[in-house]
């Protein structure tokens, strides 16, 4: 199995014992071998941190200061090498085998330069994890009751932001909506930026259309809600701005369950 041309990282602001998780499962399950490029991004780091990265051969990148996750992607985004890089939060466990890794990725790549995509959404379609809040709002919308039709009646620029959604909802969202969806292999769909708004979670990105595009306008962009203080992204793009440029999304299988332990440490 020949090495796949993509970096890994991963932003880990404390939580340790999730870290060792996630990076325990990157190991039995091969992720960490398909790439010599891992690294792991340590704001208000301790000799803790620094043990448990070391420990599964990734580099760290060390920061005294708390960063914020817009701030952290940023830092860790700016150290990594150019071309697809594969952004992972410390709580992130992979779900999946070696093989099908191996098989989505690098499908994933390709398609990544191929359709000049934004992101590819890496969360497990079957296993996302919790917490998930998307799906109960697209269900709210669009189940086949009554009070979901009238909901699409009275709020149909609402309804329509969340058909991307469906990716996660139907095993053939494509035949849902057909005239959004695209399907491109089997559990693989493109999705505009129209319907589906930006995720952190399990990205595949181009390194520089990532810093170039998404970091610098969330920076840009003013907005009154923080997470511990800090712009974390999500928020910041959830505009006019990210839904009119109508950026292509690929929605994967997936490999990722969001499985944050005990040890918060925030």
């Not at 190991?27 to 301790?46: Q, R």
């Not at 191996?102 to 191929?114: D, P, R, T």
């Given at each position: 199995?020949?090495?796949?041309?993509?970096?890994?990282?991963?932003?880990?602001?404390?939580?340790?014992?999730?870290?060792?998780?996630?990076?325990?499962?990157?190991?039995?399950?091969?992720?960490?071998?398909?790439?010599?490029?891992?690294?792991?991004?340590?704001?208000?780091?301790?000799?803790?941190?620094?043990?448990?990265?070391?420990?599964?051969?990734?580099?760290?990148?060390?920061?005294?200061?708390?960063?914020?996750?817009?701030?952290?992607?940023?830092?860790?985004?700016?150290?990594?090498?150019?071309?697809?890089?594969?952004?992972?939060?410390?709580?992130?466990?992979?779900?999946?085998?070696?093989?099908?890794?191996?098989?989505?990725?690098?499908?994933?790549?390709?398609?990544?330069?191929?359709?000049?995509?934004?992101?590819?959404?890496?969360?497990?379609?079957?296993?996302?994890?919790?917490?998930?809040?998307?799906?109960?709002?697209?269900?709210?919308?669009?189940?086949?009751?009554?009070?979901s039709k009238i909901?699409?009646?009275?709020?149909?620029?609402?309804?329509?932001?969340?058909?991307?959604?469906?990716?996660?909802?139907?095993?053939?969202?494509?035949?849902?909506?057909?005239h959004i969806i695209?399907?491109?292999?089997?559990?693989?769909?493109?999705?505009?930026?129209?319907?589906?708004?930006?995720?952190?979670?399990?990205?595949?990105?181009?390194?520089?259309?990532?810093?170039?595009?998404?970091?610098?306008?969330?920076?840009?962009?003013?907005?009154?809600?923080?997470?511990?203080?800090?712009?974390?992204?999500?928020?910041?793009?959830?505009?006019?701005?990210?839904?009119?440029?109508?950026?292509?999304?690929?929605?994967?299988?997936?490999?990722?369950?969001?499985?944050?332990?005990?040890?918060?440490?925030?």
């Open positions: 199995m020949n090495k796949l041309s993509f970096a890994i990282g991963v932003l880990s602001w404390k939580g340790y014992d999730s870290l060792e998780n996630v990076l325990n499962s990157y190991k039995e399950n091969g992720l960490s071998n398909m790439t010599d490029h891992k690294f792991v991004c340590l704001p208000e780091y301790t000799d803790e941190g620094i043990s448990i990265v070391n420990k599964y051969n990734y580099k760290p990148i060390l920061v005294k200061e708390n960063l914020g996750i817009l701030g952290g992607f940023k830092k860790l985004a700016e150290e990594m090498p150019k071309g697809p890089i594969l952004l992972l939060e410390n709580d992130l466990e992979l779900v999946e085998n070696k093989k099908e890794i191996y098989s989505q990725l690098q499908k994933s790549i390709n398609l990544l330069n191929e359709h000049r995509l934004i992101q590819v959404r890496l969360r497990s379609r079957k296993d996302p994890g919790e917490p998930f809040v998307g799906l109960s709002k697209y269900k709210k919308y669009w189940s086949d009751n009554l009070i909901k699409r009646h009275l709020r149909p620029f609402k309804a329509r932001k969340l058909i991307g959604t469906s990716t996660y909802y139907f095993d053939e969202p494509e035949k849902m909506h057909p695209k399907k491109i292999y089997k559990g693989f769909y493109l999705v505009p930026s129209s319907v589906l708004t930006w995720a952190n979670l399990a990205i595949l990105v181009d390194r520089d259309v990532y810093l170039k595009t998404i970091i610098n306008r969330a920076e840009q962009t003013k907005s009154k809600k923080h997470i511990n203080g800090f712009k974390n992204i999500e928020i910041e793009l959830n505009n006019s701005w990210w839904r009119k440029n109508e950026f292509k999304i690929l929605i994967t299988p997936g490999l990722f369950k969001h499985n944050r332990l005990s040890h918060r440490g925030y």
